[in-house]
């Protein structure tokens, strides 16, 4: 990659490229390199009707320190689509699980989100996009590995909003989400 960056920059210096043609070039470069440093997620995307991408020319990598914690797009060929309402951290008699602790709070908002999936005959596998809705950064960050623990490498797109308070004043997330399967 150092090699084409290289003789990028060298042909732009040299009037042989214009500012457009050394963009589009480093963009290329910056792409193929994502694809070679990441042969498992390509295989993955490949065997799969659901394509996840993390690696997206010209967008920041989206991880937290060291890992991918969502995909910046996903694309999928699946027909039928299926859409879970917010999910907070109550058991199914209604129970406040983990009051003040985000971990057991994202596990059991998780476990519900698999629960409503498997009503439908999806998975956290098939989950294309998820909305969080937080009242505490912190908290949150601190519940990234349970996250992760549900979703591995199928990451959906994600957004993450901050607000003042939920339906509930204990909880601290309600996550929806948004699965596709085939018909």
């Given at each position: ?29 910056a792409g193929a390199a994502a694809a070679v440093a990441a042969p498992a997620e390509a295989a993955a995307q490949s ?7 993390t690696a997206v020319p010209g967008l920041q990598a989206p991880n937290a320190p060291g890992k991918s914690m969502y ?113």
């Open positions: 990659m150092e090699d084409a960056v290289s003789k990028l920059l060298s042909e732009f210096e040299g009037g042989k490229l214009s500012r457009r043609q050394l963009v589009s070039g480093l963009t290329l470069t065997a799969s009707p659901i394509s996840r991408k995909a910046h797009v996903v694309s999928t060929t699946r027909r039928k689509t299926i859409h879970v309402a917010g999910q907070l951290a109550r058991d199914a008699a209604g129970k406040n699980i983990g009051v003040g602790d985000g971990k057991a709070q994202m596990r059991q908002v998780c476990e519900n989100l698999k629960a409503a999936l498997a009503a439908e005959g999806a998975t956290m596998a098939d989950v294309v996009s998820i909305t969080a809705y937080i009242t505490s950064w912190e908290k949150f960050r601190e519940a990234a590995d349970v996250r992760a623990e549900y979703f591995g490498a199928n990451l959906p797109t994600a957004t993450a909003v901050q607000v003042v308070a939920l339906a509930f004043p204990e909880a601290l997330f309600e996550i929806n989400a948004i699965a596709m399967v085939d018909a």
